[in-house]
C-alpha cells in the first residue's frame, strides 16, 4: 500500500490529480447508491483506479465505463449494450450495476479484498486462486503465483488510492479544479429523436446535452425504444416540455414542401430527400405508419 502512495504522489500525480478532480461529480450520486444496497461508501474508490471516473473509459480489452465493466458482465447486471447505447457509460446506471455485482462477489467471499480481487480477475480465478493456495486470506494468497500481478497488486492499489481520497491535502494534493457535482433531471423523448433539436427544445448546447449523456453513442435516442430518458440540467425540462412541439414542428415559411403523388410512401420520400423519416413525421405531426392522400402537401426539413 505504501509503495502505491508513494507511486500515486510521484510518477501517477498528474492521473491522481485529474481523477480527484472529477470524482466531485460523481461522490454524492455513488455513495448514495452504495448506502441504498448496504454497501461501504469506501467502494467508491474502486472507480478512482479502475477509469479515473472517465464515463468514455475503455480498456485494451474493452471494459468501459467509470466502473469498466466487460460486454457479458454488464449485460448481466441490466446494462444494455447495443449500437445506439452503451449503459456501461452511464454513471448512474453503472453504479447500480456495480453495485449488485459487488454485492455478489461479498456474499461469496465474505471479504472484501478478496471481492475487490474478484470485480479485477472475475470471481472464478479467484475461487481458484483460494483452492489452490488453500487459503481464504487475499494477502496469503498473493504470496503464490495463482493470481496475475494485477489482481495482486489491485487491493493495495485500491487501497492507497481511497487513502489519498480522504485526505488528499495531507498527500500533496492542493489547488485541484474539482468538478461540480453531476445533477440533472430526467425527460421522455421520442424514439429516433435528434439530440441536436433535444438541445434547441431544452434551450442548451448540444455539448451539455452529450456530456449529460454519455451511454447514447449516436446523435440520437434510440429509434427502436417507445420513448429514451435523457438527462437535462436542472430547471430544463420545464423549458423542453414547453417547447418540444413548437421545435419539432416545421415551420411552412423556411421548409421544403413535397406534393404527395400516388403511390407516394414516407420512406420514399425521405430517400428522395435525403432526409430522416422521423423528422418528416415529427415536422408534420403524423405517424410513420401514416397513409398518404395524393394532393396532400408535406414540409420538409430546409
Avoid at 1 to 10: A, G, H, M, R
Avoid at 60 to 88: C, H, P, S
Avoid at 258 to 268: E, F, I
Avoid at 273 to 287: F, T
Wanted: proline content about 6%; hydrophobic content about 35%.
Amino acid at each position: 500500500v505504501k509503495s502505491f502512495i508513494d507511486l500515486f504522489q510521484t510518477k501517477a500525480d498528474s492521473y491522481f490529480t485529474r481523477s480527484l478532480a472529477r470524482s466531485q461529480a460523481y461522490e454524492g450520486m455513488m455513495k448514495r447508491i452504495l448506502r441504498e444496497k448496504n454497501l461501504p461508501e469506501e467502494l467508491f474508490y474502486l472507480a478512482l483506479i479502475e477509469s479515473g471516473y472517465n464515463p468514455y473509459a475503455q480498456s485494451r480489452a474493452k471494459a468501459t465505463g467509470i466502473w469498466q465493466f466487460m460486454n457479458r458482465t454488464g449485460k448481466r447486471y441490466g446494462l444494455k449494450v447495443n449500437k445506439w447505447v452503451d449503459e456501461r457509460r452511464d454513471p448512474e446506471k453503472s453504479t447500480y450495476a456495480a453495485a449488485e455485482y459487488l454485492k455478489d462477489l461479498y456474499e461469496m467471499f465474505n471479504c472484501w479484498y478478496l471481492a475487490a480481487a474478484g470485480y479485477n480477475a472475475g470471481e472464478g480465478k479467484v475461487l481458484q486462486a483460494m483452492k489452490r493456495a488453500k487459503s481464504q486470506d487475499f494477502w496469503e494468497i498473493s504470496k503464490h503465483r495463482y493470481l496475475k500481478r494485477e489482481t495482486k497488486q489491485y487491493v493495495p492499489r485500491f487501497l492507497a488510492a481511497m487513502i489519498i481520497a480522504q485526505n488528499p491535502e495531507k498527500y500533496g494534493f492542493s489547488n485541484i479544479d474539482y468538478h461540480p457535482p453531476l445533477v440533472y433531471e430526467k425527460v421522455a423523448a421520442p424514439p429516433g429523436t435528434r439530440l441536436d433539436r433535444i438541445a434547441r427544445a431544452a434551450e442548451m448546447s448540444l455539448e451539455e446535452l452529450r456530456a449529460l449523456n454519455p451511454a447514447l453513442r449516436r446523435d440520437k435516442t434510440p429509434p427502436q425504444s417507445t420513448s429514451f430518458e435523457i438527462n437535462l440540467p436542472p430547471g430544463k425540462k420545464e423549458v423542453f416540455e414547453r417547447n418540444f412541439s413548437r421545435v419539432f414542428k416545421l415551420d411552412p415559411r423556411t421548409a421544403r414542401k413535397h406534393r404527395v403523388r400516388r403511390g407516394d410512401t414516407l420512406w420514399q420520400i425521405a430517400k428522395k430527400y435525403r432526409v430522416d423519416l422521423q423528422e418528416i413525421c415529427e415536422g408534420n405531426e403524423i405517424n410513420p405508419k401514416a397513409i398518404l392522400r395524393p394532393g396532400d402537401t408535406l414540409l420538409l426539413p430546409p
